[in-house]
């Protein structure tokens, strides 16, 4: 018996090798859009990431501003 197990274990590792990891990744992505829930909910924290790093890339092109802005900001506070 034991003998068996060890041949099973190997024929599943074997087609684990022969599927590849190119369709290991779209399968273990496609979980993200399988339902309509995991959808939006993948689908809102794809669009929070692209817009949060668009925003601190647009910050990054002006970063000489920021220091007025420190600066205008010190002043109506005190």
Known sequence: ????SADNGQEQ????????C????W?????????PA????TISLFGCWFFTGATFWGMSLSGTSFR???WC???ELS
Do not use: H, N, P, W
Request: aromatic letters at 2%; hydrophobic letters at 30%; one cysteine or more.
């Open 38 to 41: 995991l959808r939006r909910i």
């Open 27 to 35: 399968r273990e992505t496609t979980l993200l859009v399988r339902t």
């Open 22 to 25: 190119g369709s290991r990744f």
């Open 1 to 4: 018996m034991a003998q068996r």
């Open 73 to 75: 900001l010190k002043e």
């Open 13 to 20: 590792q074997d087609t684990t090798r022969k599927e590849g």
């Open 68 to 70: 007025c802005v420190s």
